[in-house]
């Protein structure tokens, strides 16, 4: 069978579903909180408003934390999409050592949201972290002989 015809590993699928998903993540928060500062501070998500529960609004911190988002997002989808295990590795690192300190911040800042706000709030945290961390953990894993991405690139 030609190497490139092989179905790729479950660990592999596993790695570029991680990294996949965590890209959507930071899209998801970047692009709105770049592209729309002020909205996004006032409404997200779905007009809940979850940002302003936390303070003042700060334009220049607000579209800072969206570039930070796109900047990573476009380092994990370029992992999903051109899959290299060391690159999905970084790129499940570099998510979990941003969300994990976010998750953090809003589990001991509960803010002026409503408790069912914070849970589903901490919960949609939780899930980045790990699956940021499953990721990185899957990585690991050894590969089927002869599969393209047994090389480090």
Request: with cysteine.
């Amino acid at each position: 069978m030609v190497l490139s015809q092989r179905a790729p590993s479950r660990a592999r699928r596993s790695l570029r579903f991680a990294v996949a998903a965590l890209a959507f993540e930071m899209f998801l928060l970047g692009v709105p909180a770049s592209v729309a500062p002020r909205w996004f501070f006032d409404v997200f998500p779905l007009g809940r408003g979850w940002v302003a529960g936390h303070g003042p609004f700060n334009q220049h911190a607000v579209a800072d934390f969206g570039y930070a988002y796109l900047g990573l997002g476009v380092v994990l989808a370029w992992a999903a999409f051109q899959p290299g295990r060391l690159l999905c590795r970084v790129a499940a690192a570099g998510a979990t050592v941003a969300n994990l300190p976010h998750l953090l911040f809003h589990l001991t800042h509960p803010g002026d949201l409503s408790f069912g706000d914070n849970l589903v709030q901490a919960a949609l945290l939780v899930t980045a972290v790990l699956v940021g961390v499953a990721g990185v953990g899957v990585s690991y894993l050894p590969w089927p002989a002869g599969e393209e991405w047994d090389r480090e690139r």
